[in-house]
Antibody, heavy 116, light 112 residues
């Protein structure tokens, strides 16, 4: 059974940094693109970032480009989201997602709050 | 970025009655491989999103057959043939053809 478990969220002051982790199990992690999607409280969804199976290709939403970095460690079956220069508008639940043509798995999410 | 426009944004439905949600994209969602990467997600209160439909009309595993998707190019529809109580939540269309992938605003389905 596929499991995606996010961790690393919490309260951070604007301008601060956090690193989210997503531990994957139940599938061959190194074969799949991995994604991060966020949802601000009471709001809609934003596809934040993605990384290809070997981590050599990454993409970002314009609102986070230059501040967030996605990476992965295939030996540890883990994908990361390094978030720097956090803003109040980055406050959201961040979901780790494995999304492909035929199946889509989402974690339970981790809450990031950027507030003073 | 591709703008996804959903309507209606609020959808009160009587149990057992059909429901329909429309989604329009600002540009064609046909990818160079010939596929159209338009998906539908359901988010029940307090839960993570769950994909219902992928590539316009394909139901994900375990999704009841009362859910169906249709459309082409820039206009798409999600239909529920007979709404049940467990269908309450917010429904999102999302395009996976052009990066960044983009969601519609969401349609809140409630029981009348």
């Amino acid at each position: 059974e596929v499991h995606l478990v996010e961790s690393g969220g919490g309260l951070v002051q604007p301008g601060g940094s956090l690193r989210l982790s997503c531990a994957a199990s139940g599938f061959t992690f190194s074969n799949y693109w991995m994604h991060w999607v966020r949802q601000a409280p009471g709001k809609g969804l934003l596809w934040v970032s993605r990384t290809n199976p070997d981590g050599t290709s990454t993409n970002y939403a314009d609102s986070v480009k230059g501040r967030f970095t996605v990476s992965r460690d295939n030996a540890k079956n883990t994908v990361y989201l390094q978030m720097n220069s956090l803003r109040a508008e980055d406050t959201a639940v961040y979901y780790c997602v494995r999304d492909s043509s035929t199946v889509s798995y989402w974690g339970q999410g981790t809450l990031v709050t950027a507030s003073s | 970025d591709v703008v996804m426009t959903q309507f209606p944004l609020s959808l009160p439905v009587t149990l057992g009655q059909p429901a329909s949600i429309s989604c329009r994209s600002s540009q064609s969602l046909v990818y160079s491989d010939g596929n159209t990467y338009l998906n539908w997600f359901q988010q029940r209160p307090g839960q993570s999103p769950r994909r219902l439909i992928y590539k316009v009309s394909n139901r994900d595993s375990g999704v009841p057959d009362r859910f169906s998707g249709s459309g082409s190019g820039t206009d798409f529809t999600l239909k529920i043939s007979r709404v049940e109580a467990e269908d309450v939540g917010v429904y999102y269309c999302v395009q996976g053809t052009h990066w960044p992938y983009t969601f519609g605003q969401g349609t809140k389905l409630e029981i009348k």
